[in-house]
T-cell receptor, first 113, second 110 residues
């Protein structure tokens, strides 16, 4: 079973605060993704990457930065957090794009007060 | 409006019964479909995928796909309480991106 580890599992911050969410996969997968999940919206893609140093913009990128430092590590950065970014965040990985199973981490629940 | 619509939003099925979930894309450029299952408090896990017209069966789970109508359905027979979960449908578009539906919440009543 593919392994994707997210940290922290829960995070509370204040409006305007800085937050970094971390994700590590040990599957040797090329693609990594950051999603947010909100009731009524399903999963929405924030950013994704197909390798170290690469970054692609997803469907809801505003207010988020991301960086893929290695094959294994993908970070999501919220530099001026707002209450609208309160959500459940999932990291996922896949071998390739578009035809492969996504393997998700356990998720990070972020609250912005 | 979401490009991938799932129905119903929620569904209650008695234990041992048949659950039928639907997913339709309004984006004509999608081709492949996946069903993911997400238990409460957990992450989504791929359940079944279907790429060709017709039917695919794995144990108690059957998936149908009609490419002409861009409609897929998931059927769970002999439903068990452990099947209670959020079921997410995803479709691949022409840019190889996944478009996700907002899910069907399935509750199996003992």
């Amino acid at each position: 079973e593919a392994a994707v580890t997210q940290s922290p599992r829960n995070k509370v911050t204040v409006t305007g605060g800085n937050v970094t969410l971390s994700c590590r996969q040990t599957n040797s997968h090329n693609y990594m993704y950051w999603y947010r999940q909100d009731t009524g919206h399903g999963l929405r893609l924030i950013h994704y990457s197909y390798g170290a140093g690469n970054l692609q913009i997803g469907d809801v990128p505003d207010g988020y930065k991301a960086t893929r430092t290695t094959q294994e590590d993908f970070f999501l950065l919220l530099e001026l957090a707002s209450p609208s970014q309160t959500s459940l965040y999932f990291c996922a990985s896949s071998v390739g794009q578009g035809q492969n199973t996504l393997y998700f981490g356990a998720g990070t629940r972020l609250s912005v007060l | 409006q979401q490009k991938v619509q799932q129905s119903p939003e929620s569904l209650i099925v008695p234990e041992g019964g048949m659950a039928s979930l639907n997913c339709t894309s309004s984006d004509r450029n999608v081709d492949y479909f996946w069903w993911y299952r997400q238990h409460s408090g957990k992450s989504p896990k791929m359940l079944m995928s279907i790429f060709s017209n017709g039917e695919k069966e794995e144990g108690r789970f059957t998936v149908h796909l009609n490419k002409a109508s861009l409609h897929t359905s998931l059927h769970i027979r002999d439903s068990q309480p452990s099947d209670s979960a959020l079921y997410l449908c995803a479709a691949r578009d022409s840019n190889y991106q996944l478009i996700w539906g907002s899910g069907t919440k399935l509750i199996i009543k003992p």
